[in-house]
T-cell receptor, first 115, second 112 residues
Framework: GAGVSQSPSNKVTEKGKDVELRCDPI?????LYWYRQSLGQGLEFLIY????????KSGLPSDRFSAERTGGSVSTLTIQRTQQEDSAVYLC?????????????FGPGTRLTVL | DAKTTQPPSMDCAEGRAANLPCNHS???????VYWYRQIHSQGPQYIIH???NNETNEMASLIITEDRKSSTLILPHATLRDTAVYYC?????????????FGEGTQLTVNP
């Protein structure tokens, strides 16, 4: 079956613009995660969804970052007024139920470049 | 979240076993040990996980010490395609959705 997909694969934007990144999790997975990977920072957690609610938003770096999930499926990560330090690969993952023993399946990521 | 420590890099000859160590000095009783890897320009890929007992699957074996303070991931017959960054992670409890906290990982290079 299909894995986690993300779009776009690459996004180049100008400083100050808003961007939306999309994640399609594996069908039936209730848990969805956003991470980002930037040079010098490694892989860091951003937000976790269980169904359509986000019980853990503690990794969002500022109020310019927001995310939503609709229908317990697709999620959108929005970055407003992008800054150069937002340049990174944004990774989405899903797992069956978000339990401690669940495997997280990662998408290929969206590479964001802010000029 | 618990923090793990791994060597920054390791080399292995193709066809030989690769043994990747990890220290989990602050692991708690309900935390799983997970191993993921990330091949260049791809998303992380799950390898294996365990709680107390040793585990084996089609990709690798996981050896966890009795005190759970360290573990070793074993790739029995490394191939060039196994060149990747390998992450050892202590998964937190379900109250935080089992988010993964990645450290620096070990860059494994498999040489022909």
């Amino acid at each position: 079956g299909a894995g986690v997909s993300q779009s776009p694969s690459n996004k180049v934007t100008e400083k100050g613009k808003d961007v939306e990144l999309r994640c399609d999790p594996i069908s039936g997975h209730t848990a969805l995660y956003w991470y980002r990977q930037s040079l010098g920072q490694g892989l860091e957690f951003l937000i976790y969804f269980q169904g359509n609610s986000a019980p853990d938003k503690s990794g969002l770096p500022s109020d310019r970052f927001s995310a939503e999930r609709t229908g317990g499926s697709v999620s959108t990560l929005t970055i407003q007024r992008t800054q150069q330090e937002d340049s990174a690969v944004y990774l989405c993952a899903s797992s069956a139920q978000g339990l401690a023993g669940d495997e997280q399946f990662f998408g290929p990521g969206t590479r964001l470049t802010v000029l | 979240d618990a923090k793990t420590t791994q060597p920054p890099s390791m080399d292995c000859a193709e066809g030989r076993a690769a043994n990747l160590p990890c220290n989990h000095s602050t692991i708690s009783g309900n935390e799983y040990v997970y191993w993921y890897r990330q091949i260049h320009s791809q998303g992380p890929q799950y390898i294996i996980h365990g709680l107390k007992n040793n585990e084996t699957n089609e990709m690798a074996s996981l050896i966890i010490t009795e005190d759970r303070k360290s573990s070793t991931l074993i790739l029995p017959h490394a191939t060039l395609r196994d060149t990747a960054v390998y992450y050892c992670i202590d998964s937190p409890s379900e109250t935080s959705g089992s988010r993964l906290t990645f450290g620096e990982g070990t860059q494994l290079t498999v040489n022909p």
